[in-house]
């Protein structure tokens, strides 16, 4: 099992920066391959961002690519999205997933467990 839990979201103007953090628990979490995946009204849920956990490579939507970064800190069980020239299309509920299958990590369906998700809003 394994748990996650998402932070530092807010209102933030288009052009500005801003990191969100996942705290994680459990006893597969050091095993795990993680994503940032966003979600906006109406729409299917999005990959953002992976790494995977054998060796620490890094993938990422080409929407966000060249602006955003994920980074884990596995001492203190946590992953990082580091979010620059935000967009109002940036605009969506970002969470963070966790998975032991290391394939396919753009695919939604591949993480077994998410965060409750924080609202990303980028005005004009």
């Known amino acids: 099992q394994v748990q996650l839990a998402e932070s530092g979201g807010g209102l933030v103007q288009s052009g500005d920066s801003l990191r969100l953090s996942c705290a994680a628990s459990?006893?597969?979490?050091?095993?795990?391959?993680v994503g940032w995946f966003r979600q906006a009204p109406g729409k299917e849920r999005e990959f953002v961002a992976g790494?995977?956990?054998?060796?620490?490579?890094?993938y990422y939507g080409d929407a966000v690519k060249g602006r955003f970064t994920i980074s884990r800190d596995n001492t203190k069980n946590m992953v990082y999205l580091e979010m620059t020239s935000l967009k109002t299309e940036d605009t969506a509920v970002y969470y963070c997933?966790?998975?032991?299958?290391?394939?396919?990590?753009?695919?939604?369906?591949?993480?077994?467990?998410w965060g409750q998700g924080t609202q990303v809003t980028v005005s004009p």
């Open positions: 459990g006893r597969t979490f050091g095993r795990s391959s």
């Open positions: 790494m995977r956990w054998q060796n620490g490579g890094t």
């Open positions: 997933g966790a998975t032991i299958d290391h394939l396919r990590l753009s695919q939604p369906r591949t993480y077994s467990y």
